[in-house]
């Protein structure tokens, strides 16, 4: 008995459908894409009814004659492949040749084209309900296409019901239509809903110049977000030269193993990688993954190992919970990502995967020290050829052949921080000038010069020339000069805690605590890096300390890295162990909570994403919440300290926790709290 029939075309459709064609948003993406596809100049999205009623997408690209009209769609019906070997070179954003027909199996569908290039001015209409074509005629229209999507699953009427509210469902296809324009500044985009206008953004000109890509996502960014948020430019490049079997590190950054690695010779064509866009400063955050854009050759993308590579990047820049604002495009070879992996192609797997997360987690590493200390040489994205800039481990590091990496690791020369930065302020540097008093002085020079000046320039500051700070060139265009790098002046403190100062911009506050742990934390990685041991005193009173016995198991394990970083732990018993020893600057009440807070913080730590490094990291963190809080009120020249010392941290803005350290309100703000401007 024959069982098996092949189901009819519009089945098959449907069928595909399901896995295509979500929910509006779905059809939206699919069109538009089409659209850029075309290479429109122009493109126009209309919708009712949160695209349930209509959806109308009109674009100015090469259009269609008659018979490619009725081509398309047919199921596998594309212009964009013809053989399965371009499947590992795909350059546009369609290539299954799907859409179409599927989105005419669940709607009532109009396609109205007109060849761009042709010679006649009459064009193709195609009218189809539910998959069934009803009519195939001639009709006037404007050069390109024009697709009326109504009545979305009106034949399936489970699918509609599953449809959220109007306002859910064009939330969803504003989100895309922001990515769609983020991707492509240089496609004019209009937005209507419901016979409102929402957006109109202009064509971004590009030119050839390299840098002209990045200055137009700015002025996207800048139509899209008119809240202008404070953003860090990336903008790396590299050959992923790495063997493709060498495995990644535990380590989920880029280790010295790889920059050694990465200048092997290998035979295969090298791939190379670059990425660029902009990130937000640290200290900027959401809560949830909504302002996180990544692009991988131009398509917007989920992808978890570049989720875990800006976490990485960002590291002590992002509080724990929090994500990063970004718009960051990812180009790479072609032929070095799948991109056929997802029926709506939101996912793509690299094959190269560990190494494109070290590289995306670097990029972003330097582009937020560089924020603070502008060092063009390494940003600059002619930086390709052998991996990344190889040399990343002090000497004495390398010597002691330690493969982890501590709190501001790989960092090229240049860009490292000073040893055991000095608390007291480096002579050759101006005075930070802060002070109370009626006759306040003059603002004065920042310790590290702003603009471009490379951060070796602080180091002999008197042979820079000294301008003031805000007339200088801000650095790469119009990225706004860190608030660290602009002269800071002292008005006072507030609540014990809150420094209140004042810069030529603004108001600034910046919270001592944090503050404080933010040196700590970083002059005691210093140490570590260079002594192998972080200070460490030893305890008039020594404390036991009661473990259950699989925290007594785990502490065991750690006593290394605890010891190492200060804190004296040691075994007293098969659960008890003895404290004896911390770092001098810390105070702890409840030695047992102390020791109990450390061991659950490297646990939870031990199942994030990178580890070899982390259990240092993890302690000094913890170890500096426990800093001597800092609310006894500092006098004058205490907080002139503060703030130096601040200023020579590699990643100032954030404490090792992520929470800011300082906030600016400034005068544009400020007159708007107060209603002089709008
Ligand atoms: P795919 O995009 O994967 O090729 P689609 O079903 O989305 O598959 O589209 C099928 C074909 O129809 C495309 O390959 C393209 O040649 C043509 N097409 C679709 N939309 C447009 C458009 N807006 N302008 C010009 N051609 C289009
Ligand atoms: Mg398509």
């Known amino acids: 008995m024959n069982r098996i029939r092949l189901l009819p075309e519009h089945v098959a459709n449907q069928i595909a459908a399901g896995e295509v064609i979500e929910r509006p948003a779905s059809v939206v993406k699919e069109l538009v894409e089409n659209s850029l596809d075309a290479g429109a100049g122009r493109v126009t999205v209309e919708i009712q009814a949160g695209g349930r009623s209509l959806i109308r997408i009109t674009d100015d690209g090469w259009g269609m004659g008659r018979d490619d009209a009725l081509l398309c769609l047919e199921r596998h019906a594309t212009s964009k492949i013809r053989r399965a070997e371009d499947l590992a070179a795909i350059a546009t954003m369609g290539f299954r040749g799907e ?30 309900n539910g998959g069934k074509i009803v009519e195939v005629k001639a009709a006037g229209s404007a050069p390109g296409t024009t697709i009326d999507v109504r009545q979305l699953f009106f034949n399936l009427p489970a699918r509609r ?66 809240a202008d948020q404070k953003l860090v430019p990336v903008n790396l490049s590299a050959g992923l030269s790495t063997p493709p079997d060498l495995q990644a590190s535990s380590d989920g950054v880029l280790d010295s193993e790889f920059a050694a690695n990465s200048a092997l010779p290998v035979e295969a064509p090298v791939p190379s990688i670059r990425i660029w866009g902009f990130i937000g400063a640290p200290g900027i955050s959401r809560a949830t993954r909504e302002d996180q854009h990544v692009f991988v050759n131009r398509r ?15 590291h002590t820049a ?17 032929a070095a990502v799948d991109v056929n992996i997802h029926p709506a192609k939101r996912e793509v797997r690299f094959h190269r995967e560990s190494e494109v997360r070290k590289f995306v987690a670097e990029a972003i590493r330097r582009a937020l020290l560089e924020y603070h200390s502008p060092q063009p040489a390494v940003h600059s994205p002619q930086s390709t050829g052998v991996g990344l800039p ?70 002999d500051s008197q042979t820079v020339p000294s301008a ?46 944090a503050a404080h742990e933010r040196i700590l934390f970083e002059q005691m ?18 404390e036991t300390v009661e473990l259950s016995a699989r925290d007594a198991n785990f502490a065991r394990e750690q006593i290394t890295v605890l010891t190492r970083l200060g804190v004296g732990l040691s075994e007293f018993g098969e659960r008890t162990f003895l404290l004896d020893a911390l770092p001098p600057f810390v105070k702890v009440t409840d030695s047992r909570r102390f020791v109990i807070e450390l061991i659950d913080e490297l646990k939870a730590a031990g199942q994030e994403v990178n580890t070899l490094r982390l259990g240092e990291l993890t302690v000094a963190k913890t170890v500096c919440r426990h800093a001597v809080k800092a609310n006894d009120p500092l006098a004058g020249a205490e907080l002139e300290k503060l703030v130096t010392d601040l200023r020579h941290c590699a990643m100032p803005y954030t404490c090792p926790h992520g929470r800011p350290t300082l906030i600016e309100m400034n005068f544009r703000e400020l007159e708007k709290k107060f209603g002089r401007s709008q």
């Open 99 to 128: 859409a179409l027909p599927s989105i005419a199996s669940v709607s009532r569908f109009v396609l109205t084209t007109r060849e761009r290039e042709g010679n006649t001015l009459e064009g193709t209409r195609v009218v189809i």
């Open 161 to 226: 019901k599953f449809l959220r509210t109007e306002e859910t469902e064009s939330a969803h296809i504003q989100h895309y239509l922001t990515l769609a324009a983020l991707s492509f500044p240089e496609v004019a985009m209009t937005f209507q809903k419901d016979g409102r206008l929402v957006w109109q953004l202009p064509g971004v000109k590009l030119s050839s110049d390299p840098g002209s890509r990045p200055a137009a996502l700015r002025e996207r960014l800048r139509a899209l977000y008119p």
């Open 300 to 314: 917007p993308v989920e992808n978890r190992g570049l989720n875990f590579a800006l976490l990485e990047g960002y």
């Open 318 to 334: 992002l509080m724990k919970g929090r994500y990063p604002v970004c718009c960051l495009f990812v180009e790479i070879d072609p």
């Open 390 to 459: 190889p040399a990343t481990q002090s000497p004495e590091r390398a010597e002691a052949g330690h493969v982890h990496q501590p709190a501001l690791p790989h960092l090229p020369a240049g860009l490292q921080p000073e040893t055991n930065v000095p608390l007291s302020p480096k002579p050759a540097q101006a005075p930070l000038g802060l002070g109370f008093g009626p006759g306040r002085p003059p603002l004065v020079e920042p310790t590290t010069p702003t603009g471009m000046a490379p951060l070796a320039g602080s180091r």
């Open 468 to 513: 003031p700070a805000l007339t200088q060139a801000p650095a790469a265009g119009s990225a706004p000069v860190p608030l660290l790098n602009v002269p800071l002046r002292l008005v006072g403190v507030i609540g014990k805690l809150y420094v209140v100062l004042e810069s030529d911009r603004g108001l600034v506050l910046l919270d001592q605590h």
């Open 525 to 542: 990685l210093n140490r570590l890096e260079h002594h192998q041991q972080a200070p460490s005193q030893k305890l008039l009173l020594p």
